[in-house]
């Protein structure tokens, strides 16, 4: 017989017994103490132990029920939620812990940016917090297909003898031996122009854009960003206290038209040409050479985040944008996060020759460096062809996953959502039926136990149809077709009601 969550009942308490049960239980869920799937005592046998009725038992069951925080299984008990609604499942740390204990109110003077993030800091959490791996998350690659067995045994033989020098502190730019892998391998696939010299290795993308975001922006500076667009991206610009100026895409890319309209003095402009983030629009070359062009006469830079470039299956892949650049105006950015796993944090940024020095002091007074041991694993990974054998494995497996995933979509969800297929990408976007609320559908979905981001919470001033990205790469054949069937479920019930 499970064990019952600690509980002690304060008999003078204003709040009646059976909130003080749900409360305790509640806590131990949302910390973790009470796993998914845990079963609870029978509520008879709880009773007992704690000296109060059944029915107070009952009573505090019952809510938690109501709520998603536990599920009855028929006759076989009560069990902590497989599936907890995804407001819970994405509470950050930092929520959890505040939900515990709130610390008293007090006026604190902080820095402009801190101000800032003083302001936005919870919505910030909620974006960048730690995400179940339940269909249809997006931006999470296969993880359990990456070859762990080669990964370990490079790593084991850095950590059984390291030599001495990467015991110490390393390069602020990073590990030599991985940024001239990164620039021979931007080169190749990407018709990146670079020199090992300008790779400064980041953790991930995020990094990049926070030092670019440090040393490009003061107050009120202008930055361009697509809209909808990466909210990675513009929370990092807002902390800065820039003005961002969100610029539609069309079906060629960034709207350059509206750009010119909108903005009188872009200092960034924040693209994902490859691939847009969240529509998955190619960027044409020839807005590829306007928006140099633009950026050229306003004295801007050009982010260009090439985030899974790795994963096209049709049509000819378009080289980078700052491979075009003759200006040196382009930052480019990629990651690791796609290609080996999010939790690497890896990624590198390409800076202009004349800006390195610039940018290897900030990452020196950020945190000096990324890990030099992870950095050396992934150079020798790569340098031993493991990483192009696995990004080959994994863009036939993705592109199989698509292909299911829109097969399953169009057998299921027929007049409920419209799912064509991509040519690129990890996700697809599925639109609904126009007037359908898409953060209504996805909170429905979260219900279900499902992870299905709805279009608009992407969007700056956009009001586009209502529409859910669909992430197919982590899950397999199965997951998908059980994913759908319980969509199809969801949609079903939202059109009814
Ligand atoms: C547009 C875009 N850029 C970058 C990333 C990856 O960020 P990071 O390298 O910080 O993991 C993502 C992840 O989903 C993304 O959607």
Not at 149 to 158: F, L, N
Not at 403 to 418: C, D, F, S, Y
Not at 432 to 441: H, Q
Not at 487 to 497: G, I, K, P, S, Y
Request: glycine share 8%; with cysteine.
């Amino acid at each position: 017989m499970p064990h019952p969550p600690f509980i002690t009942l304060d008999e003078k308490s204003d709040a009646p017994l059976y909130r003080q049960i749900y409360e305790v239980i509640r806590r131990s869920i949302l910390s973790g103490g009470l796993h998914s799937g845990r079963q609870l005592p029978a509520s008879r046998l709880l009773a007992k132990q704690l000296g109060v009725s059944r029915m107070t038992v009952v009573n505090a069951y019952e809510q938690l029920l109501a709520e998603g925080y536990l599920e009855g299984r028929g006759g076989a008990g009560t069990f902590v939620a497989a599936h907890l609604p995804e407001e819970f499942l994405q509470a950050s740390g930092f929520e959890r812990a505040e939900r515990r204990e709130k610390p008293p109110a007090r006026k604190v003077r902080l820095s402009e940016y801190g101000s800032n993030l003083a302001r936005d800091g919870r919505t910030i959490l909620r974006h960048h917090c730690a995400t179940a791996l339940v269909p249809f998350q997006h931006g999470v690659s296969a993880v359990e297909e990456f070859p762990f067995g080669v990964w370990a045994k490079i790593a084991q033989r850095w950590q059984k003898r390291p030599p001495a020098p990467i015991l110490s502190y390393g390069d602020a730019v990073g590990f030599q031996p991985l940024r001239e892998a990164v620039a021979a391998h931007l080169a190749a696939a990407r018709g990146v122009r670079c020199t090992p010299e300008q790779i400064v290795i980041t953790n991930g993308t995020q990094q990049a854009l926070d030092l670019i975001g440090r040393l490009f922006l003061s107050r009120s500076d202008e930055a361009c960003l697509e809209d909808p667009g990466y909210i990675g991206a513009r929370d990092v610009f807002s902390a800065t206290g820039a003005r961002i100026v969100p610029v539609p895409i069309d079906d060629e890319g960034f709207d350059l038209r509206k750009a010119r309209k909108r903005s009188v003095k872009a200092r960034l402009i924040y693209v994902t040409p490859s691939h847009q983030f969240p529509l998955g629009v190619t960027m044409s070359l020839t807005r590829r050479l306007s928006l140099l062009e633009w950026a050229r006469e306003r004295d801007a830079f050009i982010i260009e985040d090439d985030y899974n470039s790795e994963y096209r299956y049709a049509g000819r892949p378009l080289a980078s944008l700052q491979g075009l650049d003759r200006d040196g105006r382009v930052i480019y950015i990629g990651t690791f996060s796609k290609t080996v796993f999010p939790a690497l944090r890896l990624g590198y940024l390409v800076a202009p020759a004349d800006l390195i020095e610039v940018f290897a002091a900030a990452r020196a007074l950020t945190d000096l460096h990324s890990p030099s041991i992870e950095q050396a694993v992934l150079a020798e990974f790569i340098a031993e062809r493991h990483f192009a054998r696995h990004v080959r494995r994994m863009r036939a497996l993705y592109e199989e996953r698509q292909r299911i995933l829109v097969e399953e979509a169009r057998k299921n969800l027929k007049g409920m959502l419209e799912v064509a297929p991509a040519e690129a990408g990890m996700h697809l976007i599925g639109w609904l039926p126009g007037g359908t609320s898409d953060g209504e559908v996805s909170r429905r979905a979260a219900q279900a136990g499902l992870n299905l981001s709805p279009v608009s919470a992407y969007c700056i001033n956009q009001k586009l149809r209502g529409g859910l990205l669909l992430g197919y790469a982590a899950y397999n054949a199965k997951q998908i077709r059980q994913g759908v069937k319980k969509l199809a479920q969801v949609l079903t019930e939202v059109a009814r009601d």
